[in-house]
């Protein structure tokens, strides 16, 4: 199984940056996708999922109404567009991936430890 982060950039705040996660590999029925994020000195943090069952999506409250979780099925990718970016959004993004717990909680409900795949990150920066 492999995962690809894609898309990240340097943006100024108000701007918008889509990730891309690109997914390969993968032999299992039902899964969920997930985009967490790393800040300097920070714990690693959820930010959004997508349920692969229902596509069913979830979002942690300091992104709710600023990003959206979509998936491309046909193109195995699952995204993550941000808009109205802030500073405090600058971090490292990854895409991870769980098997075992398939719903879109699981980005709030499921320790990052527990995650089954990873990608290798993607660095957003935003300034002000």
């Known amino acids: 199984v492999r995962l690809v982060e894609s898309g990240g950039g340097l943006v100024q705040a108000g701007g918008s940056l889509r990730l891309s996660c690109a997914v390969s590999g993968f032999t299992y029925d039902h899964y969920a996708i997930g985009w967490f994020r790393q800040a300097p000195g920070k714990e690693r943090e959820g930010v959004s999922c997508?349920?692969?069952?229902?596509?069913?999506?979830y979002y942690t409250d300091p992104v709710k109404g600023r990003f959206t979780i979509s998936s491309d099925n046909a193109k195995n990718t699952v995204y993550l567009q941000m808009n109205s970016l802030k500073p405090e959004d600058t971090a490292v993004y990854y895409c991870?991936?769980?098997?075992?717990?398939?719903?879109?909680?699981?980005?709030?409900?499921?320790?990052?430890?527990?995650?089954?795949?990873w990608g290798q990150g993607t660095q957003v920066t935003v300034s002000s």
């Open positions: 997508i349920s692969s069952r229902d596509l069913s999506t």
């Open positions: 991870a991936a769980i098997t075992w717990y398939t719903a879109a909680q699981a980005i709030e409900q499921v320790g990052a430890q527990h995650w089954d795949y």
